[in-house]
């Protein structure tokens, strides 16, 4: 199929708006069967665990102090008990969240704009519709995706709503409970793709030409098949860069380029991008059977899965020699590209973060903002937090205590007083026949009284055990 877009700017803006709907729904729209993940030994995923667990502890330190042991970890994978956590500290998500207590609340309560409305309602069932959270029309998945998508369109009204939203908002409620996968998207839209889902979708054209001219760099042969044949960046990066990779890649190779994505920023979805441009159009035995624009852009669609894969393409992304700063000077001479062709642009966005680091250094975090609240708080019957718990040591406790030590003494002497009386009652009464505790077995056995099984109400449910770490 070949896409026919407008001579002059403002046609081209335009086409390419109504063509990105298209183009979402033009692939398959769940992601590839889950490859299964690479196998790591329990006791190195526990260790993993424990680091992990000892960082999100001192967050604030090993960001300031540590920050290339933090990349390295997360280059490795971050542990999956721990990922959610994880990806809302270095989004900075947690911080967000902490600062804006009830807004969250508060949007959820609002009705939204029906404009929106309508159009999230019928993406919902379009997000991984074979996923268990979102396989039931109007289940607890897709009832908690409308309420982050529609509190976004209440928290950014200027942007609304876009339909490459919702596979990213749908990764983040597979991973933390819906407060936390607003507060995500927030920052994906705001700090790592900023301009990405707002009207006319000027960014993601800036990156798209940012990618090809990167690509030059990373793979000469691609780069002159795609410029010789005209095709614009748009036709086969929109998906990759918007729903960052989430529909495109096999689930292990997402989570992993996730992991890097929310540590590192951008330049992570660029080399994944730039990986797989080289490994399928990087030699001229590739490109036999690419033609025309139209075999290039179904080849780009078709992705053999042997690039896909998590060790293979984790390693080639690390070999990518491109950085924040490479981006940066190409988004520079790219903008101003656009102004000299297009003229102004017509939504301003704001500067774009290249990572956690960089986030946390724009807005630092108060150590209140990084404390961990609880997961699980299981409330007592008073009878066993008295026995269980010490009180605080108050006045009125400290009455308690004398009191009782006084009832304490009182109650020793009064059986003092018991066990005498017993004691000389027995020398006056007649002994009785003592049952021998040790009975033969020709000794016949003492009946046992039928007592009822009370069940203990202190156990935790299945239900209540599972959490978000």
Request: proline share 7%; aromatic share 10%; glycine share 4%.
């Amino acid at each position: 199929m070949t896409f026919f877009v407008g001579a002059g700017p403002s046609s081209f803006d335009l086409s390419f708006r109504l063509l990105v709907p298209f183009l979402l729904r033009f692939n398959v729209l769940f992601p590839p069967s889950p490859e299964r993940e690479q196998e790591i030994p329990p006791e190195v995923l526990r260790q993993r665990e424990l680091k992990w667990l000892d960082m999100l502890k001192n967050w604030d330190k090993w960001m300031l102090r540590k920050h290339k042991k933090v990349k390295l970890r997360c280059q490795k994978g971050i542990p999956p008990s721990l990922r959610g956590r994880a990806w809302l500290y270095l989004s900075g998500a947690k911080v967000k969240k902490e600062q804006n207590k009830e807004k969250f609340q508060e949007l959820d309560a609002q009705p939204g704009d029906p404009k929106w409305m309508d159009v999230i309602e019928k993406d919902l069932h379009r997000q991984f519709p074979f996923h268990e959270m979102f396989v039931a029309r109007g289940g607890h998945g897709q009832q908690d995706l409308y309420r982050v998508l529609k509190a976004y369109t209440l928290y950014r009204p200027d942007e609304g709503y876009c339909q490459a939203q919702a596979p990213i908002a749908a990764v983040l409620l597979m991973h933390m409970p819906a407060e936390d996968a607003f507060w995500g998207l927030v920052q994906i839209c705001e700090k790592y793709l900023p301009g990405y889902y707002s009207a006319g979708l000027e960014a993601i054209q800036l990156d798209g030409e940012i990618l090809f001219s990167l690509l030059r760099r990373v793979s000469p042969v691609a780069h002159r098949h795609l410029g010789k044949h005209e095709i614009n960046p748009v036709l086969y990066m929109t998906e990759w860069f918007m729903c960052a990779f989430s529909r495109t890649l096999p689930w292990a190779s997402v989570l992993r380029v996730w992991d890097m994505f929310f540590c590192e920023g951008v330049k992570i979805i660029f080399r994944v991008g730039l990986v797989l441009l080289k490994c399928m159009l990087g030699s001229q035995e590739k490109l036999k059977d690419c033609q025309g624009q139209y075999e290039t852009i179904e080849r780009l669609r078709a992705l053999e899965s042997q690039y896909m894969q998590e060790g293979f393409l984790v390693r080639e992304m690390l070999e990518v020699p491109i950085s924040e700063h490479d981006i940066e000077k190409e988004h520079n001479k790219q903008l101003k590209r656009w102004k000299e062709t297009r003229g102004e642009l017509t939504y301003k966005s704001p500067p774009r973060m290249h990572g956690a680091k960089a986030i946390m250094e724009a807005e630092p975090p108060s150590h209140q903002d990084l404390r961990q609240a609880p997961t699980i708080i299981l409330n007592l019957p008073l009878e066993q937090n008295s026995s269980t718990e010490q009180p605080e040591n108050t006045e009125d406790n400290k009455d308690k205590k004398s009191k009782d030590r006084r009832e304490s003494k009182k109650s020793k002497e009064d059986k003092k007083q018991k066990l005498n009386k017993k004691k000389s009652a027995k020398n006056r009464k007649v002994s009785k026949e003592i049952p021998n505790p040790y009975a033969l077995p020709s000794d016949p056995m003492p009946l046992l009284t039928d007592s009822p099984l009370h069940e203990s109400n202190q156990s935790l449910s299945s239900t209540e055990q599972d959490t978000y770490l």
